[in-house]
């Protein structure tokens, strides 16, 4: 019986003993760890809510008489260029590669994804080091042309300039998943179209693209939230949007109030392309009517096309990747002596501790709500796999008000019981690194449970009900049987949120610990302070740790 069911049971006064039974049948420890941490998930997002509506103080007036048009406007403007730009090198890259043969087509293929090893704010410092007037390109105009150019036309430190580093480094999500879905339909789809007389660009637009509608609308909204989500970028271009004025509240004016409340705005601007996303997910959907789909075959290109072909992939791969990544190689090579000592030895092991950490503690939690998920049906356990995967669409920054202001009253509670205990009053939680581990855990949590559910899925249950059968306890089969069957999506899982937290900025930056720095935030310390080439070193172990990771998380993923 659905929990549904048991509720309008019990509301007409039919079967209170009944419900008591269901509850307590349902009751075991993996029912109970998946309420706590979903209580513990839950509580930051709560802390935010609440004090959202409080009293405001002067600086919230100010903010938004003055400053709250020019922060929606600078956001809305850097979303949408972002989101066609993406959709448009995203789509059309992931369908020629699904649908031709071309040179160097296998290595492009997983190639163009690198990208994403390279966070946006990264990117950012490396192409304004590229284009000042100092570097490499304007430098050789003079020197090798004699061209005397205007400095401002290279200047990217401005909206456009955002657009453009969003645009290179985040397309890989419209690619991925867009080229996911066009490789597993039918190839009777283009094949009728071709004899139905279709040329080319006429499959595209007409058949190609309305079923993938839901695919590319999907791979655009994990862009948008990533760009609600970075900090790194617009802070350093000194573009005014949510995030910085989140930032700028709370360290320049010491207002967490007012940047709780900018806090629960960026939330509703989540919630809207959430219900957006699912709103344009669900109006059309595609199926087969046959369970005989052949999957797409790619056809040969010769010639002219095969070379344009060639041409656009290798232009993209070298604008999102292979430059950003020499001229930070350069750089590294040239302050190597000056950086790498036993200080940036401390920033490694931070990063990898505090990675490392977090993903066992995301592992762990994911393997118990996945689990309770699967076994158990019910309105309780679909409430878990929605809320354990909210924390993905937060932005770090609104995470990290949450969790600070969720810690500040423990701490308050600890100081007013160590008074009354007669011992001398003192912050312990605010101040400690489990302040940003937990902060992690609630932000990447989906990554992990994402990837084990899809495990789970693929084993289905009929293994864990033949262990039932012969008297195992679902502990013991959990351990026995799910747990080695699922071994290779434990593993995508623990990579996958690794190398998001080696990566993140925003949380790190706000709930650090003092004089605690990881790769990341000393990377973006450096180039705040004008030091870029210094900023190479960190920048570019980060890329190389997240490239090997992505590079054997596709062949995991191939190969399953």
């Known amino acids: ?249 709370w360290f320049g004016m010491g207002d967490i109030g007012s940047a709780i409340k900018l806090s629960g705005i960026l939330m509703t601007f989540v919630i809207v392309v959430l219900l957006l996303e699912r709103l344009l997910r669900s109006r059309k959907k595609y199926s087969y009517s046959t369970s005989k789909v052949r999957p797409l075959q790619p056809a040969p290109l010769k010639g002219a096309k095969a070379w344009s072909v060639f041409a656009y992939f290798s232009f993209i791969f070298l604008v999102t990747f292979l430059v950003p990544f020499i001229q930070l190689s350069y750089w590294a090579f040239i302050t190597f002596d000056k950086v790498v000592n036993a200080g940036f030895l401390t920033l490694v092991w931070n990063s990898t501790f505090v990675a490392v950490i977090a993903s066992f503690i995301i592992v762990l939690i994911s393997l118990v709500t996945a689990n309770f998920y699967r076994l158990f049906s019910g309105a309780f356990s679909k409430a878990t796999s929605k809320i354990v995967i909210f924390g993905y669409s937060i932005p770090g920054a609104v995470i990290a008000m949450g969790v600070l202001s969720l810690f500040l009253a423990l701490d308050r509670q600890i100081a007013a019981f160590s008074k009354i205990a007669g011992f001398e009053p003192t912050i312990v939680l605010s101040i400690s690194i489990s302040m940003l581990i937990f902060a992690y855990v609630i932000r990447f949590l989906a990554l992990g449970f994402n990837s084990i559910e899809s495990g789970f899925d693929k084993i289905g249950v009929s293994f864990t009900e033949a262990s039932r059968t012969l008297g195992m306890s679902i502990t013991q089969t959990f351990f026995k049987v799910d747990l080695r069957m699922i071994s290779g999506a434990v593993f995508g899982a623990f990579i996958l949120v690794f190398i998001e937290i080696l990566k993140e900025l925003p949380l790190t930056l706000i709930l650090q610990p003092f004089n605690f720095y990881t790769l990341a935030t000393k990377a973006f310390q450096y180039a705040g302070n004008e030091q870029i080439h210094e900023a190479a070193s960190a920048s570019i172990l980060i890329i190389l740790i997240s490239g090997v990771s992505i590079y054997f998380f596709h062949k995991v993923l191939e190969r399953e």
């Open 1 to 249: 019986m659905s929990d549904t069911a048991l509720f309008y049971k019990f509301s007409n006064g039919l079967g209170m003993m009944g419900l008591f039974h269901q509850i307590k049948r349902h009751l075991n420890g993996w029912s109970l760890l998946s309420f706590l941490f979903i209580f513990m998930i839950l509580l930051p997002v709560l802390f935010i809510g609440v004090q959202s509506f409080t009293e405001p103080s002067e600086n919230w007036e100010h903010i938004k008489q003055f400053l709250l048009t020019n922060f929606i406007q600078n956001t809305l403007i850097i979303v949408f260029f972002t989101s066609i730009i993406t959709v448009i090198i995203g789509v059309s890259m992931a369908w020629l590669v699904s649908a031709y043969e071309f040179p160097l087509r296998n290595f492009f293929k997983w190639g163009v994804i690198l990208p994403l090893a390279i966070p946006p704010y990264i990117g950012a410092y490396t192409y304004h080091g590229l284009l000042n007037y100092t570097g490499v390109i304007q430098s050789a105009l003079r020197n090798n042309f004699g061209a005397a150019l205007n400095p401002k036309y290279f200047s990217i430190m401005n909206v456009p300039g955002a657009i453009f580093i969003y645009s290179i480094f985040l397309f890989p999500y419209v690619y991925i998943i867009t080229k996911s879905f066009l490789e597993k339909q039918s190839a009777s789809l283009v094949e009728n179209s071709r004899l139905l007389g279709r040329n080319p660009y006429e499959i595209f637009f007409r058949v190609i693209l309305p079923i993938s509608r839901a695919s590319i609308i999907g791979g655009v909204s994990l862009v948008i939230l990533e760009v609600l989500n970075d900090y790194g970028v617009v802070k350093y271009f000194g573009i005014q949007t949510f995030s910085t004025a989140i930032f700028q509240t």
